[in-house]
């Protein structure tokens, strides 16, 4: 038998999530660059990576801030409807929590 080293093949989607990880962890572009040239990758190659988890990054943030503003607009809106209700109680926390997150949401999907 031969006694050859088998070469592992990384496939793209790997080295997006390496290099997301890499991101997560802090680092800036510059050193996961790095990093990814320490691996082996040429670059090409790096530039698609960066622009892929780039895409992807972008996507998630707009998805969350979406979902602030839904839920700010919900929670927002039920504390208005229960206020409005007149059920001897003042919903302030709910209104407040509601407009905060709604225009967080807001503000982070520019």
Partial sequence: ME???KIQEVTIEEVNNYTKNLFLR???TNEVT???RARGLDEQTIQT???NVEIRVIEAKKEKANKDMLYGALWCL??????AANIGYLFWGAIVFGAIRFFRG????R
């Fill in 3 to 5: 006694d050859t080293p």
């Fill in 26 to 28: 802090g680092k800036s």
């Fill in 34 to 36: 790095a990093e990814l």
């Fill in 49 to 51: 990576v960066l622009s």
């Fill in 78 to 83: 039920g504390g208005v409807a229960l206020t």
């Fill in 106 to 109: 807001v503000l982070n999907s």
